[in-house]
Structures are given as structure tokens and as C-alpha cells.
């Protein structure tokens, strides 16, 4: 148990008025097998399953896990300092999480790594106990333990066309095809960018994805990333990663689809403060 990391997530609560953080196992692209080093629930907890969460509080650390990791967290984690909630069958984490979260709650959670409808479904639960969400726009663990993370290469190859079937840039006509030129295509799923790209990665475990988020309009697909990528086709355009924030919050399109199981709250808010229409597909 880091000592000194508990501390200073507490006195951040304290100074900050907070009674519970959300402290996750995800990065900012909402992968389920994160990397150790990307994973704050692990430089908390020691836990290294690839889901389960905490609430942090000023004198709790509890841990849900499911029935999967039982016995591993159990063996894991030091039970002087973490709570081990371990959920059953029948019973999700965002139920056992309300049963411990009183009336007039403030809560913490990290608008980057929490995704959007799962953010939606806990605001209903706060509201309901007349409490409150703060969304924080940095993720204390990771700014705290940042001179000791490595940074990490990613591997980027591109797939040939004997497994894919087609090229990028077919894939990229199929989808213009079906939107006129009003349309925008904000793309979060780390899958779906692999999967358009024709590009994989073996630098997460048990997935072959990169870290990159896209927006896919009618005459380009922009594919921001901090990776080096190969040669996609002559519709993509590769851009820091950096860059991708600020181009949400200038969406000028009329329509911008999306998906709210993959987008993070924070992503999502930077659309509706464009105040451009948005839909789900």
C-alpha cells in the first residue's frame, strides 16, 4: 500500500469538499485490459484484474470486484487498508455502490475515464439521494504517480488485405455512403478505429488495439493518436492526439453520431458545449 499516495488523495478530498472518489481501473480510452502502469485502481489498491473499482472515501477504500476475481483480490490486496466488496451474480457494481453512498453525497469521478451513459445512470442514482457529481478533469492517481510511469511504444502494424478483405479507404466510402455531407462521426471505440484502420496493435493484453480516437467526416477520417502509424489510405489523416479536444469543441456539423457506451463524459461534454445536435448509434 503506497501510504503516501492514500494520503494525498484524501487531503484532496478534504480540501476539496469531496466524501467519495471514483478511482478507476480504465485509461482514457476506456479499455477493460489497461495497462498496470495506466491503472489507478492497481497504484491504490495492488489489485490486478482487469475490472473492478473503488470508492475512495476519508476513511474507506472499498474495492468491487466481481465473481471472477473473488478469490485473486482476496489474495492481492492488503486488508488492513482495502474494503473487499465482492459482488455477486445477481448484483452489479453500480447497485452495491448506491447502497453504500448516504443522502447528500458528493461525489468525485473522473470525466476522462468514466464513459458517458455509465455517468448518466449514476448521476439518476445521486440525484436521487439529493447529493452531487464533481467531474474532475485529472486523474490524481496518474498526476501523482507520473515521474515513476514508463512511457510506453506502441507497436502499430497494418493488416493485409488477404485478412481484412479490403482496404481503409473501402471501408471509408461504405461509411459516407450511408450520411450526406452534413453528418460527423466522433468514434471512441478503440475496436472500431482498429477495425476501420486495418491497423492492430499487441501492446494491451487480450485485445490487438491502439490508443486513438477519430472523427469521421464526409471528405476525411481524422485519426488522432500519439502513435506512429503506418500508411492507412489516402481518406485518413493522422494528428496528435493533443488535438482532438479542441476539434469536438468546434464541431460544426448538424448531426454528430456517436456512441455513449464508448465516448467518456468528458468527450461528450466538449460536443454539447458546441451545441451541436447529437445522436446515438
Do not use: W
Not at 473473488?70 to 447497485?95: C, F, G, M, R, W
Not at 466538449?270 to 446515438?280: F, G, P, Q, V
Amino acid at each position: 500500500m503506497d501510504i503516501q499516495l492514500l494520503e494525498y488523495l484524501r487531503g484532496y478530498l478534504s480540501k476539496n469538499n469531496i466524501d467519495g472518489l471514483i478511482v478507476n481501473s480504465t485509461n482514457e480510452f476506456l479499455v477493460e485490459y489497461n495497462i498496470l502502469d495506466l491503472n489507478s485502481r492497481y497504484h491504490l489498491t495492488g489489485f490486478t484484474g482487469s475490472t473492478g473499482d473503488v470508492l475512495l472515501t476519508s476513511d474507506k477504500i472499498y474495492l468491487f470486484v466481481d465473481t471472477r476475481y473473488h478469490e485473486q483480490a482476496e489474495q492481492e490486496i492488503d486488508h488492513e487498508y482495502v474494503t473487499l466488496v465482492k459482488l455477486p451474480l445477481n448484483k452489479s457494481y453500480l447497485a452495491a455502490l448506491d447502497e453504500l453512498i448516504p443522502l447528500y453525497y458528493k461525489l468525485g469521478i473522473v470525466a476522462s475515464k468514466t464513459p458517458k451513459k455509465l455517468y448518466d445512470e449514476l448521476l439518476q442514482k445521486i440525484n436521487a439521494k439529493n447529493g452531487i457529481i464533481k467531474l474532475l478533469n485529472t486523474d490524481l492517481v496518474m498526476e501523482y504517480k507520473k515521474d515513476t510511469v514508463k512511457e510506453i511504444k506502441y507497436n502499430v502494424f497494418k493488416l493485409d488485405t488477404d485478412v481484412t478483405g479490403v482496404v481503409a479507404d473501402d471501408k471509408f466510402v461504405r461509411i459516407k455512403e450511408y450520411a450526406d455531407e452534413a453528418f460527423g462521426i466522433v468514434v471512441t471505440s478503440l475496436e472500431d478505429i482498429a477495425y476501420i484502420t486495418n491497423l492492430r496493435s499487441y501492446d494491451f493484453a487480450y485485445s490487438a488495439v491502439f490508443p486513438a480516437k477519430a472523427i469521421i467526416t464526409h471528405d476525411m477520417a481524422y485519426i488522432y493518436t500519439d502513435c506512429t502509424l503506418p500508411y492507412i489510405g489516402s481518406y485518413f489523416c493522422v494528428k496528435p492526439l493533443s488535438e482532438f479536444e479542441n476539434m469536438l469543441k468546434k464541431a460544426d456539423r448538424e448531426y454528430i453520431y456517436l456512441d455513449e457506451d464508448s465516448i467518456s463524459i468528458a468527450d461528450f461534454n466538449h460536443i454539447y458545449k458546441s451545441n451541436t445536435l447529437k445522436k446515438s448509434y
